[in-house]
């Protein structure tokens, strides 16, 4: 990987449309000498959560968050650091998924658990078991807000209760790891289960801190499509003429596979779109920038990974709730089996392979073959992107055709110069 000489400035990365709101630069640049944080996170007009620097930052610190930042860096498993388990030969590898130990289909072993979560439940009852067997001291996610239930806050679990109070998708911002630093200061084995990206994130960090590596046990993570901008959701309530400051709680999915988008307001009034209501119309999505040009969204440097298994890659009813699980390295497949063992997640016999999961994800296979030509485009427009290695993009190109790479390329090539790639600077709505 060919690193760049001069690192790129907060604002850069965010205006750049590379930043996906993780948190991460936060906990690395700390506070100053007053215990003020050096960067603040905001909650931008357009609905994101995004780091301003509150001081201009000096050069060390800005080569810290280049190193960790996944706008700015992103490695496959190879490339993941010590302790990934990168070692030892993948029993699969495909030239789009990735490594693979396992490939299962699966959900929680508790019904409630399993009708509650998202899909079916695994990374809950995983989180759980990783509790309940000891391996962890607290399992580090996300919830919806108690005090603004449209917005999503990282969460300490230390118990399966509040686990289970974590469970469901959350298609807005959210911002896991804004006191990273300050979790692994406590010295205690945890888990993190979070946004592939997210994921990136600290395994970035894992180069320079080796704590990282110490305490953090598990990397849990899911096929993800895109963070969806918080306007989208607020629209929502826009539309059923709800206040949002009357808005008592917000859940994307779960309570059923895929289960209702519900909004409750503190007067006892319930709405509930269904999730093809909700997410029928792509042009409606409000996917942050950064997500266009994800080359690697399907978790490659986690310990595991589920998914939703619908064919053709979306639900055309509710159903009992199944994740596709991607084991990916030795660490995660000494938890699902143990997992199984003891009744957390249960496996369906029926074999499943890559090619069943391109047919579960038709758009993250289309994605991942478009982001080499994607970014070319936007390099070609002046734009930076993140430096990238061991995801095997080009080789994923080379998949399409001439035409098709040039389309891609083409079209965000133009993208970008129409700057719809690219953000306005952070500032506080
Ligand atoms: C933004 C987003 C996009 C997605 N796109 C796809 C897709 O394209 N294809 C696909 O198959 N599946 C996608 N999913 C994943 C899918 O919705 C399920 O989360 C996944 O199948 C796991 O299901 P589960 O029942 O095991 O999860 P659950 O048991 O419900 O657990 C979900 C866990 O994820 C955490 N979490 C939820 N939202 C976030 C967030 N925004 N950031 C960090 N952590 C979070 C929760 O804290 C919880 O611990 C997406 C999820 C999200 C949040
Ligand atoms: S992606 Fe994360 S680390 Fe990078 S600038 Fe955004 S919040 Fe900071
Ligand atoms: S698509 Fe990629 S960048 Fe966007 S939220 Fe998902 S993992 Fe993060």
């Known amino acids: 990987m060919i690193h760049r000489r001069i690192p790129l400035t907060l604002?850069?990365?965010?205006?750049?449309?590379?930043?996906?709101?993780?948190?991460?630069?936060?906990?690395?640049?700390?506070?100053?000498?007053?215990?003020?944080?050096?960067?603040?996170?905001?909650?931008?007009?357009?609905?994101?959560?995004?780091?301003?620097?509150?001081?201009?930052?000096?050069?060390?610190?800005?080569?810290?968050?280049?190193?960790?930042?996944?706008?700015?860096?992103?490695?496959?498993?190879?490339?993941?650091?010590?302790?990934?388990?990168?070692?030892?030969?993948?029993?699969?590898?495909?030239?789009?998924?990735?490594?693979?130990?396992?490939?299962?289909?699966?959900?929680?072993?508790?019904?409630?658990?399993?009708?509650?979560?998202?899909?079916?439940?695994?990374?809950?009852?995983?989180?759980?078991?990783?509790?309940?067997?000891?391996?962890?001291k607290f399992i580090l996610h996300v919830a919806a807000s108690a005090t603004a239930p449209m917005r999503t806050e990282r969460r300490l679990s230390f118990d399966a209760a509040s686990v289970l109070e974590g469970a469901g998708s959350r298609y807005g911002p959210a911002a896991p790891l804004l006191d990273f630093t300050a979790l692994l200061d406590r010295g205690q084995p945890f888990a993190l289960i979070a946004k592939p990206c997210d994921i990136t994130a600290v395994r970035n960090l894992a180069r320079i801190d080796p704590r990282v590596d110490r305490y953090l046990r598990y990397a849990l993570t899911f096929v993800c499509g895109g963070?969806?901008?918080?306007?989208?959701?607020?629209?929502?309530?826009?539309?059923?003429?709800?206040?949002?400051?009357?808005?008592?709680?917000?859940?994307?999915?779960?309570?059923?596979?895929?289960?209702?988008?519900?909004?409750?307001?503190?007067?006892?009034?319930?709405?509930?779109?269904?999730?093809?209501?909700?997410?029928?119309?792509?042009?409606?999505?409000?996917?942050?920038?950064?997500?266009?040009?994800?080359?690697?969204?399907?978790?490659?440097?986690?310990?595991?990974?589920?998914?939703?298994?619908?064919?053709?890659?979306?639900?055309?009813g509710e159903d009992a709730g199944f994740n596709g699980i991607i084991v990916r390295n030795a660490r995660g497949l000494e938890l699902y089996e143990a997992a199984v063992a003891a009744g957390a997640i249960v496996v369906e016999p029926r074999e499943v392979g890559f090619r069943d999961f391109d047919g579960f994800q038709p758009h993250q296979v289309n994605r991942k073959r478009a982001v080499w030509a994607r970014m070319a485009g936007m390099r070609a427009a002046g734009q930076a992107v993140p430096e990238i290695s061991d995801l095997r993009l080009a080789e994923c190109a080379r998949l399409n055709t001439l035409g098709e790479n040039l389309h891609e390329a083409r079209g965000a090539r133009r993208r970008a110069r129409e700057g719809r790639l690219s953000e306005p600077p952070a500032v506080s709505r």
């Open 227 to 316: 963070a969806s901008d918080l306007t989208k959701s607020e629209d929502v309530a826009n539309d059923l003429s709800v206040r949002l400051d009357a808005v008592s709680s917000f859940s994307y999915r779960g309570n059923g596979c895929p289960g209702p988008t519900r909004l409750e307001t503190k007067d006892g009034r319930a709405f509930e779109l269904t999730y093809q209501q909700m997410w029928e119309d792509e042009a409606t999505w409000r996917i942050q920038p950064r997500c266009k040009i994800c080359p690697d969204a399907m978790g490659e440097s986690a310990d595991m990974v589920a998914s939703d298994v619908w064919p053709g890659g979306g639900p055309s």
């Open 11 to 136: 604002e850069a990365i965010v205006e750049g449309g590379l930043c996906i709101g993780c948190g991460l630069c936060r906990a690395v640049a700390g506070a100053d000498g007053a215990g003020a944080d050096k960067v603040d996170f905001v909650l931008t007009p357009e609905g994101r959560e995004r780091p301003v620097a509150r001081q201009p930052l000096d050069a060390a610190t800005m080569v810290r968050i280049n190193v960790i930042c996944p706008g700015t860096r992103v490695a496959g498993a190879a490339g993941a650091g010590p302790g990934v388990g990168e070692a030892i030969p993948h029993a699969m590898h495909d030239l789009v998924w990735g490594p693979a130990e396992r490939l299962a289909i699966g959900y929680a072993g508790n019904p409630t658990v399993r009708h509650r979560a998202s899909t079916g439940g695994v990374l809950t009852a995983l989180g759980q078991f990783l509790l309940t067997s000891g391996r962890v």
